[in-house]
């Protein structure tokens, strides 16, 4: 079986908002905080306008992200420099986890339990043909 090393996304944007509003559904109902989902397929800056965001959370896991998203930083100052962009790093426990890497184990057949939901896992599984 041939590897599909694209980094495109599995799942398409109307399944992955899906899964999203699933998990974060839980999230709601254990802490009574309002999740949503805001799918867009347009710069990340122009999101942030259409809802009017003046903050944006990126998270980080190894330097390597942080000299990419650092330079989206600059270019997102030059299109709007009212919004700000905060870093928060991974914990070290996730630091390790990408969607490439996961998908790859589940595509060759390991166990990826400690990486997704439960719900995630059979999601993912499915669209492998490996349930």
Known sequence: MAINRD????????????????????????????IVA??????????????DATLIIRGL???????YEYQMVGMN????????TVF???DAHHQAIASKLVKEVARLGGDITKFVTPAVRTALLQKMGRA
């Open 7 to 34: 980094k495109g996304p599995l799942f398409n944007l109307e399944e992955r908002v899906a899964m999203i509003e699933a998990e974060s559904a839980k999230l709601t109902a254990e802490t009574g905080t309002e």
């Open 38 to 51: 805001h799918p867009f397929e347009n710069l990340l800056i122009h999101c942030a306008r259409d809802v």
């Open 61 to 67: 896991r190894a330097v390597a992200d942080f000299e």
């Open 77 to 84: 100052r030059v299109l709007d420099s009212s919004v700000e």
């Open 88 to 90: 928060l790093m991974a």
